[in-house]
Structure formats: C-alpha cells, structure tokens
C-alpha cells in the first residue's frame, strides 16, 4: 500500500492551468523529491496534496483513502506541512509553537496530557530545539526557527511530511543541519520536499519528480534524472554531470561560457586518467584556457569529461598500449600548448608513452598536479614513471597541489619554476 498515490490530477487558479496529468507515488518512509524551474507548479503540488487547493480532475490518495474523504482533524495527523517561513505574529516561545503540533489530538476543550507533554519533548529533542524552549520564536535565528517548525511537524505524528523549500532561505550549514534531521525520520515517515538547490536534492533523495510546464519531465532516482539532457531542457543550462567521488550520487557543475565569447591566450596539454583530471579539466575549461588532453581509453572518467566539455582528447582503445599515431597526434597536441600538466594518475606499461613524451621536451613549463600534499602517482611502471618525474622536477617542473594555485599559476603574467628565473611573457625554460 502506497502512502501517497496521486493519480492524474489538473489543478488550475481560475483560467489559468498550473498543473497537468500529474501522476506519482511516493513509497513508504523515502524521501521524494520535487525539482523544477519557477514557475513550474511545485509548490501547487503540495498545496494539493494538504488540501489547500482542490484538483479540477484526478485523485490524491493518502494510504488508498482518497484525499477529499478525511476530516480535517484527521488530514493534520496523517500530514504535517512545514513552509519556507512563516510570520508569527504573537510572541509564543518555542513549546508553545511545538505544542500546537499537538492540537489534532486533543479535544476543543480539553487540555494536553502528560503524553502530549511527552511528545512534544521529543520532538523538540529530535530537532534539537530543547534548549529553546521557553524563547520567544522572534528571539530566535531563522535556522532555529526553521528547526522549531520541524519540531511542531513532528509533534503531530504525521505519516507524511511535505516541506516546501524548508531550507531555501538559510545558509549551508543550516540547510544540512535540516537535512539530516529529514533524512533521519525516514523509514517511519514519507517525506516529500520542495527543492531549489539540484545537488542538495541528488544527495538527500530516494527518487526525483522533475517539473516542466505544468507536467512531469522526468521522474525516477536522482542519476536517471538529473542528467545534462533534462537540465538543459527543463533549466536551459548546460551543465557537467558527475558521479560524486565520495557518495556516487549526481552532482552538477555549470559549465560557462566564458572561453567561446575570449578566446584565451594560453593552451594548456593535461595528461591525465583514472578520474584523476576531470576536476582540473572543468576548472582550466571554465577559466577559459584552450585545453586539450590525452592520451586516455574511451572509457576513462577524465575521457568522459573531457567528451562533456568538448575538450579535444587523444583517444585510444581501452586497455590498449598508445599506438604510433596516438603517440603522434599527442605531440601535436603537446606541441600546440603553453604549458603541460601531469596529475598523479596510474601509470602502467600501456600508458607510459604519455610522460616519456616529456622526457626531453623544451621550450615550455611543466606542472605535475597532486590534488593532495605529497601524493604520488600510482606507478605500475616497474619504477619508469616515477623516475621520469623525478627527473622532470629535478629539471625545474613545478609540482603543485591545489587546482586554484595552479590555475593561477598558469593566468600569472611572469612565472617562474624552481631552478629558472622570472620569465618574460612568451619566453619559456630552457
């Protein structure tokens, strides 16, 4: 049995049709949730589903009991809604607040019970408001606020918690610290929230329900929906999706426009693999360098960005030794750069050819990128790989570790590299 079933439903404001055919279910204690551009009818969708506006057609069914059916005593303790914000204009402290949570249960002229009271404790400790109790709620911070009207959500016993862009208006880590409150009731309760930020939305989400002029886009878990083609359909952006490297679950980074409109001055060659460029790849993209890399397997992540940025890469057949004509078409490409960046990838017989290419280059910088102080490549060379690179620092490349102090390594008008004085623009190390 479904806790919430929604079942084709319109809703309009007058003439104006806000939502069409919407259709979704929601699975008991998962968290789903609702993305979309302004405008795209998110917030009359909660509003539907709490019965605050009615459907023109369709059905929404709360536990296979149609929506129009409960009484309002019985709606508030199947349903909690908790808004962006809310004006209080009485100065109620923050039990007061919690307790109204309580008000479905309790008779109209009777007064809270010892189990209320309990209750109401609880809720308060789950969201970590108790040591505000007895605090005006405009004493308080808007994230406490917004904790507090968790805590009377939670005080209702709802089997179904609808947030509409609860954490929208507060800093980071206040979004987070909500967040992992929501993400801690799950199991008992089925939340359903309003989204504005898509990564927090990939990261805390069972399933996603995208919204495009007045429907359904997309629907399903966070990596089947947010993809570059449904960002740019829905949001008209042209985004980088990736898997994150910690949680696998989508994140998106925008990608710009910046070097299409300046065509920058400086090309940067990054021999990369094994995901180890990709996040170097973006940053030099956005910045506007002219950025080629290779030579990597089609399979490769950093192949894969490079292929979402159109980035031009030395491609080679996965698990492939470099042939004479990728070693080729990468002299080419080493040839045509400014500079060379190598990031502390693996390296094995099959892809050594990428840094024995530098073995005796000259006439240009090389950085050797380590995301982390004092990383070193993985070498599956039998020890070539690492002592080419040893010997390429001893001949003045610069190793660096931070993807911001490269890029500005590589924007600095005069740069120099251990072992080499200033360098005038243009000229380059012997």
Known sequence: MKPVNV??????????????AISFYADRGEILGIIGPNGSGKTTLLKAMSRIVAPDSGEVRLSEKELGTFGFRDLAQQVAVVPQDI???????????????????????????????EICDRAMRLANVTHLADSSVHEISGGERQRVLIARALAQEP???????????????????????????????TVLSVF??????????????????????????????????????????????????????PYILPTYEYAAKHQPE???????????????????????????????????????????????CVTEAPFSAISPEAREELGRCIDAADAVVVTAMPIGKGNIDNIRMLKHLTGKPIIIFSEKSGNRIEDHSGGEATEILGNLEEAGAERVDDITALVNLLKRPHRGFQGDGPLRDGERPQ
Do not use: W
Request: aromatic residues 6%.
């Open 159 to 189: 089997k179904i918690l609808l947030l509409d862009e609860a954490t929208s208006n507060l800093d980071i880590s206040h979004q987070i610290e909500i967040l992992n409150l929501i993400k801690g009731l799950t199991g008992t309760i």
């Open 87 to 117: 004006s209080i204009n009485f100065a109620y402290t923050v039990r007061e607040i919690v307790m109204m949570g309580r008000h479905p249960y309790i008779g109209r002229f009777a007064s809270e019970t010892s189990g209320d009271l």
């Open 266 to 312: 400086r090309g940067v060659h990054v021999i990369c693999g094994g995901g180890t460029g990709s996040d170097l790849l973006y940053a030099l993209h956005r910045e506007g360098f002219r950025v080629s890399t290779g030579v990597l397997a089609v399979f490769d992540t950093d192949h894969a960005t490079a292929m979402a940025l159109n980035i031009p």
């Open 7 to 20: 079942i084709d439903i319109d809703v309009s404001y007058g003439a104006k049709k806000i939502l069409e």
């Open 196 to 249: 504005h930020d898509l990564n927090l939305a990939a990261y805390y989400c069972d399933r996603l329900i995208m919204l495009k002029d007045r429907k359904i886009y997309a629907a399903g878990p966070p990596g089947d929906v947010l993809t570059r083609e449904t960002l740019n359909a829905v949001y008209g952006i042209d985004a980088l999706v990736k898997p994150h490297p910690l949680t696998g679950k």
